[in-house]
């Protein structure tokens, strides 16, 4: 057995305090995973998790095995690819979370150029408006799109997403265009909050530099960008979306931008990782492949 298997599973193990976690995330069986430990265990001469039926904790060595694990893992990731550049020699999985939007209307129409480039990185891809736990769910970055609620993470700026403000046709057609702040007294939004409860923030916009937030009534609340969406297509009220989201339904006339004047500040995009010297050679070329994918994009964009 590969002393380096041993050591990716034991850190999965120590991670996800579940050996059957650990399985799925490395594709074993529980028994693998656990057949694994045991293998590592004789060889280091220590017992490294405390088992009972609920969880599995590391001992004490095992805690210290863990931090020196990680360093070792992430050194052999950079030996790898030390003196060899070209894309081919990249390999292994590559597991990402992103915003449902921006998966399937940025990333999955371009991703052939991503896996021509590195033939041997096996992608995995979540897409889900709901936050993940990066580590406790096997991930080796997470794109995140606004505020960064989780300091502990190591942040990699992408850029940023440019907003607009539309409604359909339908919602125009009954209660009128708004043109100006005051118009949209006679309006509704469609409220958009991270989780159902929580208190919405109405018509947000940029004024000489300043962000301001007008509280505004709306008939329906959705925790989903795709929900958000088709709120506005059918006529429920004036959304507030990046570009990326909504240039499509924009440009068949589906949905009309409004109040150009008025609009909130882009939405920075990150990339969040857990830390940066254990962070894969896989993982940074996606990163730049992602910097460059969202840069394209708003270009198109601002050059139409």
């Excluded at 998790?49 to 992430?74: C, I, M, N, W």
């Excluded at 408006?129 to 799109?145: E, K, T």
């Excluded at 009220?237 to 949905?255: A, C, F, K, M, Y």
Aim: net charge neutral.
């Amino acid at each position: 057995m590969n002393k380096l298997d041993l050591l990716k599973t034991f850190v999965r193990v120590t991670e996800l305090s579940s050996f059957t976690q650990a399985g799925e995330s490395l594709g074993l069986p529980r028994s693998t995973a656990s057949d694994q430990i045991r293998m590592l265990e004789d060889l280091v001469g220590a017992r490294l998790f405390h088992r009972t039926t609920r969880k599995v904790q590391p001992t004490q060595d095992g805690a210290a095995l863990y931090e020196r694990s990680k360093e070792l893992l992430a050194d052999m990731d950079e030996l790898e690819g030390l003196f060899r550049r070209d894309g081919a020699v990249l390999a292994g999985r590559l597991r990402v979370d992103m915003p449902t939007v921006v998966a399937r209307k940025l990333v999955i129409p371009k991703l052939a150029q991503f896996v021509d480039a590195y033939p041997h990185i096996e992608v995995e891809l979540s897409s889900s408006d709901r936050r993940v736990d990066l580590v406790r769910d096997g991930f080796d970055c997470v794109l995140r799109i606004g505020e960064l609620p989780d300091a502990s993470l190591v942040a990699r700026s992408l850029g940023a997403m440019t907003m607009l403000n539309c409604a359909s046709p339908a919602y125009l057609a009954k209660h009128g265009v708004p043109h100006t702040l005051d118009d949209l007294r006679k309006h509704r939004v469609v409220h958009y909050v991270p989780v159902l409860g929580a208190r919405p923030i109405g018509f947000e916009y940029v004024l000489n530099g300043v962000t301001h937030q007008l509280p505004m009534a709306g008939t329906i609340t959705v925790n989903n960008t795709d929900t958000y969406e088709a709120a506005a297509l059918g006529g429920l009220g004036l959304i507030q979306s990046p570009v990326l989201g909504i240039r499509d339904h924009i440009e068949s006339g589906r949905l009309v931008h409004v109040l150009p004047d008025f609009v909130a500040a882009p939405m920075d995009v990150s990339l969040l990782y857990a830390n940066r010297r254990h962070l894969p050679q896989r993982a940074h070329v996606f990163m730049e492949w992602m910097t460059a994918l969202i840069r394209d994009d708003e270009a198109q964009y601002a050059n139409r």
